[in-house]
């Protein structure tokens, strides 16, 4: 059984930066694309950042410049660099890996939990 394991957020004021990991595990044969979403309260879930497995990358113009995506196959670890966070980025953030298993070859969407990132004074 696969699980992501979020971890990165709270509270920080703007300007402030904050790291999320997104960690896989659950006997996994190889993953292809790792990426983060958020909802805000009221809104749709949206695309944040995506890295494909050779390391293309593809950010919503609302972070592009601000936020870095990175993945550590090694660790099946993704990372969500967010530098110059704005109130407006306060959001809980997902992570979303395309992947298959031992167990289940066929490649499948997972999400995490998601964590809460809460930008304010």
């Known amino acids: 059984q696969v699980q992501l394991v979020e971890s990165g957020g709270g509270l920080v004021q703007p300007g402030g930066s904050l790291r999320l990991s997104c960690a896989a595990s659950?006997?996994?044969?190889?993953?292809?694309?790792m990426g983060w979403y958020r909802q805000a309260p009221g809104k749709e879930r949206e695309l944040v950042a995506s890295?494909?497995?050779?390391?293309?990358?593809n950010y919503a113009d609302s972070v592009r410049g601000r936020f870095t995506i990175s993945r550590d196959d090694a660790k099946n670890t993704g990372y969500l660099q967010m530098n110059s966070l704005k109130p407006e980025d306060t959001a809980v953030y997902y992570c979303?890996?395309?992947?298959?298993?031992?167990?289940?070859?066929?490649?499948?969407?997972?999400w995490g939990e998601g964590t809460l990132i809460t930008v304010s004074s």
């Open positions: 890295i494909a497995f050779d390391g293309r990358t």
């Open positions: 659950g006997s996994i044969l190889s993953i292809s694309r």
């Open positions: 979303n890996v395309y992947l298959r298993t031992i167990v289940l070859p066929q490649w499948r969407d997972y």
